[in-house]
Every structure is written in C-alpha cells, then in structure tokens.
C-alpha cells in the first residue's frame, strides 16, 4: 500500500532528517546530487541511483552545495489490515499512534517483521530500477493530481514490493563502488559494438584485473558474461517492442554473425530469437 508520494527539491545547506519513518521508501535522484544517510550508512545519491529504505528507517538528507538534489520519493506498508481505513500518510512524528499501529505492518502476521532488512542502493539504469521508477513516477504525479483510491495504491504498491524483491540478492547492489558503473554505463552505451575487457577498464580508469574482480564481485559475473546478458535484454526488448527482424537486432546489440546471436540468444531465453515474441499483438 502506497500511503504517501511526493517531488521534493532540495536547497543548498538545508537538511532534513528523521529519526524512525514508518514505511519502505524509495528514494530516487532526477536532479542534481546528495547524500542520504540511512542508520550508520552513506549513500551518494546522483541521476544514477535508486535508494531502498527498509521498514522504519532512519534518514538524514543533505543534499550537494553546489547543486541540490531533487528527489521523487514513494512510502510503501507493505502490509496493511484491510478492515482498518487507509489515512494516505506516512507515520514519522515520534509519539504520533500511527508511528506503532498494529494495521500497518512491514510483512503480514506470521511473515516475519521485514525490519532488519538493509538499505540497498540499485543503479537506475538496472532493468529493475528502471521498472521500478518507472512505476514510482506514476504513482507520485496520481497521488499528488487525484483523490486518493485504496484500490489503485495498494495494487501499485504490491507492484513496487515486487519489483524490489530481489534486490537484497541482486548483483547491482549497495556498495558498488563509481569506478565500476563508470564500467557498467559504458557497455550500456556501446551495445552495437563488441566491447574488450581492455576497453571496458580503461573507461573506468582501472586495470583489467581490477576490472574483472570488480565485475565479479558485485555481478557475479565476469565483464564479458554481463555484457552478454545486457546485450541480450536488449534483444529481447527489441524483439518484443520493435518490428525489426532477428538479423536487424543481431546488429543493434553488436552481433555481426546472426546465426551465432540466435545460439546465444536461444541459450539466454530458450527460444529462438524468430520465436520470442511470436503471437505477440503490435503494437
């Protein structure tokens, strides 16, 4: 249940902190640069980054001098009594009841309390920050354009759970270092040629053994092996949303050899690449 959503732009020098928030909150950067200091931990938070809170967080936000974040920021309950009407607030004011109501919950009763989850920053360029700021977005301009709907907000936050809930194992995950999406962004931004591991660690300013630990560590992969898969979700994307033919995409995400990209792309999806979105109705 999403019970709060809001834009907030910060000025130069202003801080605002709270010491407990009721809610798992999504923090997202559209502007600007900052720090957001959850518990006993520093996030740098830029255009790049999508910040989750866990359920009764703590939060201290300073925003950079020279040039202040803006932020968009959605407050889930994950759970929340259905017998009990929703107040489209977020509990944070200490002694306030709703700060302890037994309604609102951070996992159903049986489920476990959800509170020694960590905060967990994930790039916005992920597949996954990607989607779930997509659906933030538009939770923030309905919830601050209309009436609030129960309905609607616990639907979208449900959605939101979901599309958070492998973060906590995800290989982009809190403590990847700037050096290595400096690496990440650069094979985002070069799918339709190959890259090389040379390549790749000079654009973050490193070798390429520090490359290849740095991969490994954070994505569980080697740089080549999360190329690839990049490269494949963007054939994917493609093919589901494009109207070009499996040999047109082989080229967009840098496969000169269609035969070779259809066994790679089998391999990744199992299905040919002249199947995946067969039946699909376009648009």
Do not use: K
Not at 114 to 133: H, N, Q, W
Not at 184 to 194: A, C, F, G, K, Y
Not at 237 to 257: C, K, N, P
Request: glycine share 8%; net charge positive.
């Amino acid at each position: 249940m999403i019970v709060s959503a809001n834009w907030y732009r910060f000025r130069s020098g202003e801080r605002i902190r709270h010491e407990v928030v009721a809610s798992v909150a999504f923090v997202w950067v559209v502007t600007g640069a900052g720090l957001i200091r959850a518990g006993s931990q520093d996030f740098r938070m830029t255009s790049g980054t999508v910040l989750r809170l866990p359920w009764r967080h703590s939060v201290d936000y300073r925003p950079d001098d020279r040039s202040p974040f803006s932020v968009g920021t959605i407050h889930v309950v994950p759970w929340h009594d259905e017998a009990v009407p929703v107040e489209p607030r977020v509990a944070y004011v200490p002694g306030e009841a709703l700060l302890d109501a037994p309604f609102r919950r951070a996992a159903a009763p049986g489920e476990g309390s959800g509170s020694a989850e960590p905060p967990i920053l994930m790039s916005a360029r992920s597949t996954s920050g990607r989607g779930l700021i997509s659906l933030a977005t538009y939770a923030v301009e309905r919830f601050v354009r209309h009436e609030f709907d129960e309905a609607t907000y616990r639907s979208l936050g449900g959605l939101v759970m979901q599309e958070s809930a492998a973060w906590s194992h995800a290989p982009e995950q809190a403590g990847a270092p700037a050096v290595l999406e400096l690496m990440t962004d650069h094979i985002v931004s070069h799918l339709s040629s190959p890259v090389t591991v040379a390549e790749v660690a000079e654009a973050g300013g490193c070798s390429p053994a520090t490359a290849e630990r740095l991969f490994a560590r954070y994505t569980g992969l080697s740089v080549l092996a999360w190329a690839r898969r990049v490269r494949m979700d963007e054939a994917a994307r493609l093919l589901r949303t494009t109207g070009l033919r499996a040999s047109e995409v082989a080229r967009a995400v840098g496969y000169t050899d269609p035969l070779y990209f259809s066994r790679v792309f089998r391999q990744t999806f199992s299905v040919p690449p002249s199947r995946y979105a067969a039946g699909q109705l376009r648009p």
